[in-house]
């Protein structure tokens, strides 16, 4: 219930744990969001996927802490491609088209004709799957530690 949920006293509430870090077979779980930074200098396709078990070849999770976390559709995470709009020169936009395409057709493996566009490839991943580390990420600056998506490679 959301009004428990805000009844809680701030005292109350810790930290929610990381997944543990490991290699895992992800899927994309949603369509893809585009968006340009507010000031205009950025434009970013973000991917939505979530966990869905420990990739067993790698045998690098942590069967406990994974018992300890939780099941990982608690863990919903996302991967970023983004493109500064300000850069002089076509190579950014060129390794930003390069970068979604090797993820789209290199590692998510979605079909498409040989004219296919990004954008139409974009939108037929969705429920496609890979394999990627979960790699925590400490930032000091914010005393925070986030989950990260890494190391992508197509399922075997």
């Given at each position: 219930?959301?009004?428990?949920?805000?009844?809680?006293?701030?005292?109350?509430?810790?930290?929610?744990?990381?997944?543990?870090?490991?290699?895992?077979?992800?899927?994309?779980?949603?369509?893809?969001?585009?968006?340009?930074?507010?000031?205009?200098?950025?434009?970013?396709?973000?991917?939505?996927?979530?966990?869905?078990?420990?990739?067993?070849?790698?045998?690098?999770?942590?069967?406990?802490?994974?018992?300890?976390?939780?099941?990982?559709?608690?863990a919903p995470n996302s991967i970023r491609f983004m493109l500064d709009l300000q850069a002089e020169g076509t190579v950014d936009q060129e390794k930003f088209m390069y970068n979604v395409k090797r993820f789209l057709v290199d590692t998510l493996r979605v079909e498409g004709e040989e004219d296919s566009t990004l954008k139409e490839l974009l939108g037929k991943m969705v429920g496609a799957e890979f394999i990627a580390q979960a790699a925590h990420r400490h930032v000091p600056e914010r005393n925070e530690t986030y989950c990260d998506v890494k190391n992508w490679a197509p399922m075997e």
């Open positions: 219930n959301v009004m428990d949920a805000l009844n809680t006293k701030v005292s109350d509430i810790e930290k929610p744990k990381l997944m543990p870090v490991g290699t895992y077979v992800w899927a994309i779980n949603k369509p893809h969001k585009e968006s340009t930074s507010k000031d205009g200098k950025w434009f970013s396709i973000e991917v939505p996927c979530i966990p869905k078990m420990p990739y067993d070849a790698a045998e690098d999770v942590d069967a406990d802490e994974l018992a300890d976390f939780g099941p990982l559709k608690s």
